[in-house]
């Protein structure tokens, strides 16, 4: 019933389905962090809530959105026709804009898988618009929502919806992507069914087990190539936006064999500000560094964390616990824990291991009231920049980088949907480290608002720069620049938020790759 052909066979089967599902929700989404960046990730989960499949997507939401699952499974008894919904950091979710919905996949009867997709809803109702704010409590950040029936009998709960729009500052759009992530998953259900019907739900469930030891088996043969050892690294996050500076981040990476042990337990306590992560990101974060060391062709699912086990202290800033602030900790505190996981791993294996990359997702998030229709508007993005350059390449110039793996939003969709002009978009030269091969540049990203906007940024990598490798140099801090009517330049601090009045721009400078291989005298680590 399951041989090396039929294993792979499915492996395509189920990941195309996963990608249908993205490509429904992307289509019928509303807003444009959606359908233009697609910040959303779907994958398909066996009948225990373990990833079996996934697509292409966002690996910070992959990685962690089992968890989620999860914690579904264990709260809800999900009957055909239902649907639920979480965003819940401390319940297995990331933060709180990252909605996931998940739906049971029952065939005659019988529940046999799960299908959910994870989507960044671009407002959830904290304090600043945009919902990534400078806060310092889970509660600042938005609406908290545990593991909740968000579809019944086949249909949305009303009263869910109504409360889930209602505390946003575009209800609307938030139906819109909450109905679209429905959607995807309706379609993920047909499409499971149609192959149970095909095959029969034994040979589907066989194969969902096989991929998982296939994926387990891979990995082993992968960490088996490492040499035997223990490795350690440390960097350092900017700040928490509140005050506090330098925050460490370290890891010791010990392999054995074909397993290894994964230990962030000396990084720094939770602190006061956003930088806080959950668990589940340290648990992505590994996935996917782990995963960059193996065959492009092996399968991405639960079964490639079994040879790997990750320590976390309880209480630290890569395992908060409540009410703490986590929003930033999803997005940067995430690339920082790919940096260090990265740079230990170096000392192992030098030659397959690229320099650090930008560090950062440049995160950009404003709002206010359109002048000319008189409604609320609020919007998010993440900027691209600097790949690290490694053994063999230079680093790639202007694109995403480790956890995040969206597109950019259109200057025309940018300027058709909000009062906002973006007069400069392009590559920040030299902004890469200088190597061998050459860090990757970062991009210059400048907005100029048509009205009063209130405006949050939450960026990294502005004070501690992106590492080089083997002798490379470090690529360009990034930096955040305040542009006033008279054209009056000032420099902004990593993290803020604040009002800009109309006529007055933003611009964003982001970080270049670091070099790899001795060229000429290391430059220092910090900027």
């Not at 429905?182 to 069914?193: E, H, P, Q, T, Y």
């Not at 230990?344 to 294996?349: E, F, G, I, N, Y």
């Not at 230079?394 to 995040?404: A, D, I, K, L």
Request: hydrophobic letters at 35%; aromatic letters at 8%.
């Amino acid at each position: 019933m399951v041989d090396p052909i039929s294993v792979e066979l499915f492996k395509n089967y189920l990941s195309a389905v996963a990608e249908e599902m993205g490509a429904v929700l992307q289509r019928t989404a509303f807003s444009p962090n959606i359908k233009e960046r697609r910040d959303f990730s779907c994958a398909i989960f066996d009948r225990h809530g373990r990833m079996i499949a996934q697509a292409a997507h966002i690996p910070v939401h992959l990685g962690s959105m089992p968890l989620s699952v999860k914690a579904v499974i264990k709260e809800l008894d999900l009957k055909e026709g239902e649907m639920a919904a979480v965003n819940d950091p401390f319940t297995g979710g990331t933060h709180l804009p990252d909605l996931t919905v998940v739906a049971p996949v029952y065939f005659e009867g019988e529940l046999l898988f799960y299908v959910a997709n994870r989507a960044h809803h671009a407002d959830v109702g904290g304090i600043s618009a945009g919902s990534m704010p400078l806060s310092t409590s889970i509660f600042q950040e938005g609406l908290v929502i545990p593991p909740v029936k968000c579809v019944v009998g086949g249909k949305v709960e009303e009263n869910f919806l109504k409360l889930f729009s209602s505390n946003s500052r575009i209800p609307e759009e938030r139906k819109g992507d909450l109905k679209a992530q429905i959607m995807a998953n309706n379609v993920g259900i047909k499409r499971l069914a149609e192959l149970m019907e095909k095959y029969s739900p034994e040979v589907v469930e066989a194969h969902g087990e096989a991929l998982l030891d296939y994926a387990e088996r891979i990995m082993r043969r992968t960490i088996e190539e490492i040499p035997d050892g223990t490795y350690t690294y440390g960097d350092f996050l900017d700040d928490d936006g509140t005050g506090r500076k330098s925050i460490r981040i370290r890891v010791t990476v010990e392999v054995k064999g074909d397993e290894a042990k994964v230990d962030f337990t000396a990084s720094d306590p939770q602190v006061s500000g956003s930088v806080n992560a959950v668990k589940a990101i340290a648990l992505s974060a590994t996935l996917y560094a782990f995963r960059c060391l193996a065959p492009p062709e092996m399968p991405t699912n639960e079964g490639c964390l079994r040879p790997i086990k990750v320590a976390t202290k309880k209480g630290s800033v890569v395992d908060a616990e409540p009410p703490s602030a986590v929003s930033a900790g999803n997005v940067e505190t995430s690339q920082r824990l790919v940096d260090v996981l990265l740079g230990a791993l170096s000392k192992a294996v030098p030659d397959k291991i690229p320099a650090a990359s930008q560090g950062t997702m440049n995160n950009v998030s404003f709002g206010g009231t359109d002048p000319e229709s008189g409604r609320s508007f609020a919007y998010y993005e993440t900027i691209g920049g600097g790949a690290g350059a490694a053994n063999g390449y230079n680093g790639e110039s202007g694109v995403q980088t480790h956890m995040t793996n969206t597109l950019n939003t259109p200057v025309e969709a940018l300027e058709f949907q909000f009062p906002v002009m973006v007069t400069e978009y392009a590559i920040r030269k030299e902004s890469g480290g200088e190597g061998a091969f050459r860090g990757g540049n970062g991009i210059v990203r400048e907005f100029l608002f048509l009205t009063d906007t209130e405006v949050t940024v939450i960026s990294e990598r502005r004070l501690y720069r992106p590492y080089g490798l083997c002798g490379g140099e470090p690529g360009k801090a990034g930096k955040n620049w305040l542009i006033e009517k008279g054209g009056k330049k000032g420099v902004l601090p990593p993290k803020f938020t604040r009002l800009f009045r109309a006529g007055e721009k933003l611009r964003i400078e982001t970080p270049g790759g670091g070099g790899w291989g001795f060229k000429e005298q290391v430059k220092p680590h910090r900027a």
